[in-house]
């Protein structure tokens, strides 16, 4: 995954002058709204011309800011992923809380912009995300994981994140309904008694357990640390 090099067009003058809201459209305007509607409405509720009308601009306004709907859907994902750091008590010695603050508020970002989850893989990576990872490889190398090691544990985390938010989303069920699968377990626990007896299917603490699992893979990253 690359950064892809810029399309929008030169412009040879500026956007012509109109009148009302179209006056204050800006590039992170159109970002913020773009967000707004594919929270709302997901991936496929996005388009170009709705987009224009929630901004009250016209539809080749946009285009003055962006060069597509392409660039729209790079910007605006970039833009969830900003990371601000961890907080400022946080001690900047300590790797490990660095690391888990980080994942922690990456998965916290797909969460509530679900749309992002999908969308992470299939796009050119932005700066924050970058920045994100560029960070994420400085706090492993202060653990003391080796160079050529490196691009393996960046992307174990990377992907124990996008796995866990996609479980997530896709485990949203009732309690009526994880009670009654559960039960189909205990009815047939002969052929499933592991997960039969860990109560699997009721187990709906996905924080905790996003937590211990990242604590077993830094503890598998970082051994005798």
């Given at each position: 995954?690359?950064?892809?090099?810029?399309?929008?067009?030169?412009?040879?003058?500026?956007?012509?002058?109109?009148?009302?809201?179209?006056?204050?459209?800006?590039?992170?305007?159109?970002?913020?709204?773009?967000?707004?509607?594919?929270?709302?409405?997901?991936?496929?509720?996005?388009?170009?011309?709705?987009?224009?009308?929630?901004?009250?601009?016209?539809?080749?306004?946009?285009?003055?800011?962006?060069?597509?709907?392409?660039?729209?859907?790079?910007?605006?994902?970039?833009?969830?992923?900003?990371?601000?750091?961890?907080?400022?008590?946080?001690?900047?010695?300590?790797?490990?809380?660095?690391?888990?603050?980080?994942?922690?508020?990456?998965?916290?970002?797909?969460?509530?912009?679900?749309?992002?989850?999908?969308?992470l893989p299939r796009r050119a990576l932005g700066p924050n995300i970058l920045?994100?990872?560029?960070?994420?490889?400085?706090?492993?190398?202060?653990?003391?994981?080796?160079?050529?090691?490196?691009?393996?544990?960046?992307?174990?985390?990377?992907?124990?994140?996008?796995?866990?938010?996609?479980?997530?989303?896709?485990?949203?069920?009732?309690?009526?309904?994880?009670?009654?699968?559960?039960?189909?377990?205990?009815?047939?626990?002969?052929?499933?008694?592991?997960?039969?007896?860990?109560?699997?299917?009721?187990d709906d603490d996905w924080d905790g357990t996003f937590r211990k699992g990242?604590?077993?893979?830094?503890?598998?990253?970082?051994?005798?640390?």
């Open positions: 995954m690359a950064e892809k090099p810029s399309k929008r067009p030169r412009r040879a003058q500026t956007p012509p002058s109109s009148s009302g809201t179209e006056q204050g459209l800006s590039l992170e305007r159109i970002v913020a709204t773009a967000v707004a509607v594919l929270d709302a409405d997901g991936l496929d509720g996005l388009k170009m011309r709705q987009l224009a009308d929630r901004l009250g601009a016209g539809a080749m306004s946009l285009y003055w800011h962006v060069s597509n709907k392409e660039e729209v859907l790079d910007l605006a994902l970039d833009s969830v992923f900003a990371y601000r750091g961890p907080p400022p008590d946080t001690d900047r010695q300590d790797w490990r809380e660095d690391i888990v603050h980080m994942v922690e508020d990456w998965r916290a970002s797909m969460l509530r912009h679900p749309w992002s989850a999908s969308l920045v994100r990872l560029e960070h994420l490889g400085q706090s492993l190398s202060k653990a003391g994981v080796a160079d050529r090691d490196l691009n393996a544990a960046i992307w174990s985390l990377w992907n124990y994140a996008l796995g866990a938010t996609a479980t997530r989303a896709s485990f949203a069920r009732s309690a009526d309904d994880r009670s009654a699968a559960q039960q189909r377990l205990t009815d047939s626990s002969e052929r499933y008694p592991t997960i039969e007896r860990s109560r699997l299917l009721l990242l604590d077993f893979l830094l503890d598998g990253l970082t051994p005798g640390r």
